[in-house]
């Protein structure tokens, strides 16, 4: 990873006078071949911060090298997909993510959290946001501050509580969660493979169906806990166990007696690694290709 840094009155890379020349006086592919050739200059990169075209701009907040004399103006930048450049870069400083990460973008502010030089700082603004999927973003994170944590089990958003259920590895977060009245924030909890025993034991007398069979498809249980639901009133549960890759054998051997006959033929017909889990996983905001969704100012050339 490059290392932002302020740049002197000299310039220390030789044969930048040309890359300036190019970079001033140039066309737009020119320009552009010298914003990302490796060897240009950082005081040519800080003059092509400010090119008339966006690609170009862009170009130099995408470099890990790129110095903060570049990027810092580019944090403002009229185009978003130029922000959302330096909001990914590994480089930005975290004074320039604190800035982006109250950007008017909602994909600028998203970006913020996957860059790997986001600190807790950035994330106690995450935190008290707004914007519900910075803060479901927030929640998804790896090893999260237990501070942070706790304030998002009683985020205001059910979407929040449910990704930080799912993700968390904090026993303090899981046993609070583990009580919360929303069905999705509970089958939330149900796919992760970070609670006991007896959490699983809970969720799997939870009255609400899509929590035992979110579980089911997603953690290994105990054979009493197997047993137990092999006589769940529910099909949607018995189904999710017949087709559950995490179901032992001689439970599935079971299930081909049960009195629905879907349930039984989808035990017999089981094959391991046909992907015929009933649980599917909704993809997660955060990312994007570059200039695409609505009202997009990026992807042409300007």
Do not use: Y
Not at 9 to 33: C, E, F, I, M, T
């Amino acid at each position: 990873m490059g290392k932002q840094q302020d740049v002197g009155g000299s310039d220390r890379n030789s044969g930048s006078g040309d890359a300036a020349h190019v970079a001033a006086g140039g066309g737009l592919d020119a320009r552009l071949a010298v914003a990302q050739d490796p060897t240009t200059s950082q005081l040519a990169l800080i003059d092509l911060a400010s090119d008339p075209s966006a690609v170009v701009r862009k170009a130099v907040a995408t470099r890990t090298d790129a110095p903060a004399q570049a990027l810092r103006p580019l944090t403002r930048d009229h185009d978003r997909d130029v922000r959302e450049a330096v909001a990914r870069n590994p480089s930005t400083s975290v004074g320039n993510l604190l800035r982006l990460v109250k950007d008017a973008d909602r994909w600028v502010r998203w970006a913020v959290a996957g860059n790997p030089a986001c600190d807790e700082s950035v994330r106690r603004v995450m935190a008290q946001a707004p914007d519900k999927e910075l803060r479901g973003l927030l929640a998804e994170t790896h090893d999260l501050e237990p501070e942070l944590a706790a304030r998002l089990v009683d985020d205001v958003s059910p979407e929040v509580r449910e990704r930080l259920a799912t993700r968390t590895h904090d026993p303090e977060v899981i046993t609070a969660l583990l009580a919360d009245r929303t069905a999705r924030v509970r089958k939330g909890l149900a796919r992760n493979p970070r609670t006991t025993s007896a959490q699983r034991t809970a969720l799997a007398q939870d009255p609400v169906v899509d929590v035992r069979a979110a579980l089911v498809a997603a953690v290994e249980l105990d054979e009493a806990d197997l047993r137990r639901l092999l006589d769940d009133r529910s099909v949607q549960v018995r189904m999710a166990m017949a087709t559950s890759e995490l179901i032992p054998p001689h439970i599935r051997q079971a299930l081909t007696g049960d009195s629905d006959e879907l349930v039984a033929g989808a035990a017999r017909d089981f094959r391991p690694g046909a992907g015929t889990s009933p649980v599917v996983r909704a993809p997660r905001v955060g990312h994007r290709a570059s200039g695409t969704g609505p009202g997009r100012s990026g992807g042409a050339r300007r």
